[in-house]
Antibody
């Protein structure tokens, strides 16, 4: 059974750092695109960062230069290191497995339960 | 950057058909998918590749995509279908619509 479990969220002051973890089971993360999607309170979904099966990465402009995505294949875990946190980063952060057949065929078939990050003084 | 537009809200009576639209430039040339999100829960994929249902998704959920509009249709809507629905496509990167709150009155 595929499962994604996120941890690491919490209350942090502006300018602080947090590292989110996403432990996967039932599949191998290095074979897939893995994505962090966030949802601010009462708002919609935003793709924050992707790590591709080949190891390449993508960042939304809103987090570029502040967030770093990585993975540990031995632990089957994906991380999101968040530095220089701002109030507007407050959101539930979801880890999701991205399926893709090429072209424009990309979608998320499994999501974690999410972890809440609150940036406030 | 590519944008997807959804109506903020749609209302439907139980047993009737609900249609939720998602508009984007030449969206029909891309694949569209849909997620259902209930309060306090993670999104769930209900339609992918325009019109395919993942295992476990009821047959009353269907999708179409042509021109500039993708549509999620829920036939015989039930109270349990009340949720937020998000469309998603891919253009250089993943793009989400703003979401539609479906109310079953």
């Amino acid at each position: 059974e595929v499962q994604l479990v996120e941890t690491g969220g919490g209350l942090i002051q502006p300018g602080g750092s947090l590292r989110l973890s996403c432990v996967a089971s039932g599949f191998t993360v290095s074979y897939y695109y893995m994505t962090w999607v966030r949802q601010a309170p009462g708002k919609g979904l935003e793709c924050v960062s992707v790590i591709y099966s080949g190891g390449g990465t993508y960042y939304a402009d809103s987090v570029k230069g502040r967030f770093t995505i990585s993975r540990d294949n031995s632990k089957n875990t994906v991380y999101l290191q968040m530095n220089g946190l701002r109030a507007e980063d407050t959101a539930v952060y979801y880890c999701a497995r991205e399926m893709g057949g090429g072209g424009s065929d990309y979608y998320f078939d499994y999501w974690g339960q999410g972890t809440l990050v609150t940036v406030s003084s | 950057s590519y944008e997807l537009t959804q109506p903020p809200s749609v209302s439907v009576s139980p047993g009737q058909t609900a249609s939720i639209t998602c508009s984007g430039y030449k969206l029909g040339d891309k694949y569209a998918c849909w997620y259902q999100q209930k309060p306090g829960q993670s999104p769930v994929l209900v339609i992918y590749q325009d019109n395919k249902r993942p295992s476990g998704i009821p047959e009353r959920f269907s999708g179409s995509n042509s021109g500039n509009t993708a549509t999620l249709t829920i036939s015989g809507t039930q109270a349990m279908d009340e949720a937020d629905y998000y469309c998603q496509a891919w253009d250089i990167t993943v793009v989400f619509g703003g979401g539609t709150k479906l109310t079953v009155l």
